[in-house]
């Protein structure tokens, strides 16, 4: 959606960048010519996913082993890219962690781990590289990847829905304090994208993606690429005066969920006849 070049000349690093909507997002900014950065921890799966994005785009991507639970390990990451391209212009903090569960299953470890991947890791790469951005008094942007559970809560995923709203929050705090040094901070929050990676985790029977279906008035998953475009002007110059938004992307399912009366759009025609008839006998 952005002209061709649009990120020449710009440093982007992205974490979980190997992978699912992380992979989309790097491939879209290597396309605008973007010097792109993606981490994780899985060294092997960066490189091979690098090395695609490179073909595609001609463009070098550099992989980053890193490890955003470990402040060191995230310094380490920081140090390579400024080493090979020089301070980001854009973040986007994309790693994340999640599973289904009843809440009263779940181990201190296994709710440390979701908070220390998706809130405590958002928080550490972001303090790293904000810190180095206002010595040197180089702007940047800011985008991080939550869900529309952030603002509703939900069930069986509370330490992913408690870790997304603290990013939410993060997220508006900084761009009130750093908006100053010339730093932007925005949030996606999408409803159901299928990723193999997500999906194996939180849908592992296929059943959730059928009955979500039913409450999605555009009738169908996102894309990822769809969520690439957004990101892509979320980050871009176009969008230089928008800061501490939480951007809802998923086809109204937040609203198709929440109105009171919604599940009455099975009623037929017929049905609705007679509701009108009772209703008028009722006003009698």
């Known amino acids: 959606m952005l002209p061709d070049g649009s990120f020449k000349g710009k440093t982007a690093f992205v974490t979980g960048g190997g992978t699912g909507?992380?992979?989309?997002m790097s491939t879209m900014l290597s396309k605008l010519g973007a010097n792109v950065v993606i981490s994780s921890r899985r060294k092997d799966v960066l490189e091979k996913a690098a090395a695609e994005i490179t073909e595609k785009t001609g463009n070098k991507v550099l992989a980053v082993a890193g490890d955003v639970k470990d402040p060191y390990s995230i310094e380490k990451a920081v140090d390579t890219?400024?080493?090979?391209?020089?301070l980001p212009n854009i973040v986007i903090n994309n790693a994340a962690g999640n599973f289904i569960s009843p809440s009263e299953r779940l181990s201190a470890?296994?709710?440390?781990?979701i908070i220390d991947i998706v809130l405590n890791g958002t928080a550490l790469v972001t303090?790293?590289?904000?810190k180095r951005l206002i010595k040197a008094q180089q702007g940047a942007a800011f985008l991080s990847i939550t869900t529309?559970?952030?603002?509703?809560?939900s069930g069986f995923v509370t330490p992913s829905a408690a870790a997304k709203a603290g990013v939410e929050?993060?997220?508006k705090s900084l761009a009130s304090e750093w908006g100053r040094y010339g730093m932007r901070f925005n949030c996606i929050a999408p409803g159901p994208i299928y990723t193999e990676g997500a999906f194996s985790r939180l849908d592992p029977t296929g059943e959730f993606m059928e009955k979500v279906m039913d409450y999605i008035p555009a009738g169908r998953l996102g894309e990822k690429e769809e969520l690439a475009n957004l990101a892509m002007y979320l980050v871009s110059d176009y969008a230089n005066w928008i800061t501490g938004e939480i951007i809802r992307f998923d086809g109204g399912e937040f609203y198709s969920r929440a109105g009171e009366f919604n599940d009455l759009k099975v009623v037929t025609n017929e049905q609705w006849d007679m509701l009108e008839a009772?209703?008028?006998k009722t006003k009698k």
């Open 81 to 86: 890219c400024i080493s090979e391209f020089g």
């Open 127 to 130: 303090l790293d590289i904000g």
């Open 148 to 153: 529309i559970y952030s603002e509703s809560g």
């Open 278 to 280: 009772l209703i008028r």
């Open 169 to 171: 929050c993060l997220t």
């Open 21 to 24: 909507l992380g992979k989309e």
């Open 109 to 113: 470890n296994a709710w440390r781990t």
